[in-house]
């Protein structure tokens, strides 16, 4: 199976930059694609942004697209959101998730809380 622990979360001004990390061990990391996820106070989890297994290909929601960009190390094993320009309502939890199948989120981090400090 595969492991994921997240960091880089923490207080961060409207306007600010942060970027999240996400350590992966287990199964061959550069098989399988990633995302982050994230989750609001008293909100359900949605899609963030999305990369593909080499690193080629992301995607990303409405809501970061401009603002937020999705990377991966396949040597590193971790996966990347480096976040600018951060709004109040990117206050949540963030998570990020193996596709180890197509289409399925089949592994997930603890998170780590991203919250505004002003």
């Known amino acids: 199976q595969v492991q994921l622990v997240e960091s880089g979360g923490g207080l961060v001004q409207v306007g600010g930059s942060l970027r999240l990390s996400c350590a992966a061990s287990g199964r061959t990391f550069s098989s399988y694609a990633m995302a982050w996820f994230r989750q609001a106070p008293g909100k359900e989890r949605e899609f963030v942004a999305r990369?593909?297994?080499?690193?080629?290909?992301?995607y990303y929601a409405d809501s970061v697209k401009g603002r937020f960009t999705i990377s991966r190390d396949n040597v590193e094993n971790t996966v990347y959101l480096q976040m600018s320009n951060l709004k109040r309502e990117d206050t949540a939890v963030y998570y990020c998730?193996?596709?180890?199948?197509?289409?399925?989120?089949?592994?997930w981090g603890q998170g780590t809380q991203v919250t505004d400090s002003s």
């Open positions: 990369v593909a297994l080499s690193g080629d290909s992301t």
């Open positions: 998730a193996a596709e180890l199948r197509l289409g399925d989120y089949d592994c």
